[in-house]
């Protein structure tokens, strides 16, 4: 028996009676791009988060953009994010001609770590972005009080993060703003690309919808040099019918999760993932740490189980941002665990047989390590 590494199939079957009727209404009318089917999910999920404002785009990486600028960084602000987030976190600062600037993370979670952001905040930082990692939120108790102090704008990255909440709140709806991916893979995801950035900031809000429609809040006239991010109406009915079941879905990886503790725990050389206090964590990934990864990851593949690396070259050291300079070792924590972590299958839908068969293959190349 394979085990598939996300199993999207299931979740669509669960939706298809209900999201085919809109689909078939929106061919007929041409009601592609906004109407109420956005709006109905702008509020939904502005309810469901606990924020005044949603607006859905076309994806996160341009969420993240979008939220930036709402924040006012501009070219040659620097934004403190941790170094083992993906890549689009940092695009979108480049993309905006800012600076990324990365900081390692604590050993025992793999989160943003408070310390070094402290340690990384210069003149011209505008914007801490605190990333909500493999499903539980980042620090923010402890983050929200240095930006404050430093008066920063705390933007969240929220996009594995649909439903998780700590102690200071549910992720999306802690900071000035957040951005979110609604890609098919995610806890929430889309039927192709898509995503979101909230507020409670009505300002931001309108700027935000503003830049996502060409800089235009009436048409043909232009405020802004904007950007098309517009969510489609199709994205937005497969989202609303799928929120509907978030929770539920949530509930089933929290329960996945817990039998992959039970049956994970006696296996020597693998180290399980915690849940910091405080956190009610969804679980968008569960990842492991093992000892030689790349050859376990290799065996488990070859029997048949769907395992992936998230991320397996920490940001500042890839390619694109090799003109930073950064040199190995800056981010002991985080390029450590970038040789170890090893992504096991996660999905709502994930039975007990599956993962019965995920820690037999895990066990027996662990074994084969020793």
């Known amino acids: 028996m394979t085990v598939p590494f996300l199993d999207l199939a299931a979740q669509q079957a669960e939706i298809i009676d209900e999201v085919l009727p809109v689909?078939?209404?929106?061919?007929?009318?041409?009601?592609?791009?906004?109407g109420p089917q956005v709006e109905a999910f702008e509020r939904e999920y502005a309810a469901y988060i606990g924020v005044d404002h949603v607006i859905g785009v076309s994806n996160g990486t341009d969420a993240l953009e979008l939220a930036?600028?709402?924040?006012?960084?501009?070219?040659?602000?620097?934004?403190?994010?941790?170094?083992?987030?993906?890549?689009?976190t940092a695009e979108a600062v480049s993309r905006i001609g800012a600076v990324p600037v990365f900081v390692d993370v604590d050993d025992e979670y793999l989160l943003m770590d408070p310390d070094a952001v402290e340690a990384a905040i210069t003149p011209r930082t505008r914007a801490i972005v605190p990333v909500h990692l493999f499903g539980q939120t980042a620090p923010l108790e402890r983050i929200v009080p240095i930006a404050q102090k430093h008066d920063l704008v705390l933007i969240e990255?929220?996009?594995?993060?649909?439903?998780?909440?700590?102690?200071?709140?549910?992720?999306g709806a802690i900071g000035r703003i957040a951005a979110t991916s609604f890609y098919p893979g995610k806890n929430l995801g889309a039927a192709g690309d898509a995503g979101a950035v909230m507020t409670d900031d009505a300002d931001a809000a309108a700027l935000i919808r503003n830049l996502s429609a060409h800089g235009s809040s009436i048409k043909y006239v232009h405020d802004h040099i904007g950007m098309n991010a517009r969510l489609?109406?199709?994205?937005?009915?497969v989202l609303r019918a799928k929120l509907r079941r978030l929770d539920g879905w949530n509930a089933a990886?929290?329960?996945?999760?817990?039998?992959?503790?039970?049956?994970?725990?006696?296996?020597?050389?693998?180290?399980?993932?915690?849940?910091?206090?405080?956190?009610?964590d969804v679980w968008h990934l569960y990842v492991v740490r093992v000892d030689d990864r790349d050859r376990v990851l290799g065996e488990m593949a070859s029997a048949g189980i769907g395992v992936?690396?998230?991320?397996?070259?920490i940001v500042p050291r890839t390619e694109a941002y090799a003109g930073l300079g950064h040199r190995p070792g800056e981010f002991p924590v985080a390029e450590a665990a970038a040789g170890r972590i090893l992504s096991l299958p996660m999905f709502p839908h994930l039975v007990e047989e599956q993962q019965m068969r995920v820690t037999a293959a895990l066990r027996a190349a662990v074994r084969r390590a020793e």
Do not use: C, K
């Open 23 to 34: 689909w078939q209404q929106q061919l007929s009318t041409a009601g592609f791009i906004g």
């Open 253 to 280: 990886r929290r329960a996945a999760a817990d039998r992959y503790a039970d049956l994970l725990g006696g296996i020597e050389g693998v180290r399980l993932p915690t849940v910091r206090p405080g956190n009610e």
């Open 232 to 237: 489609d109406a199709v994205q937005a009915t």
């Open 157 to 171: 990255d929220a996009a594995q993060a649909q439903g998780a909440s700590s102690t200071v709140g549910r992720a």
């Open 68 to 88: 930036y600028r709402a924040a006012g960084v501009t070219a040659g602000d620097e934004v403190v994010m941790p170094a083992n987030t993906f890549i689009a």
């Open 308 to 313: 992936g690396i998230h991320y397996p070259t």
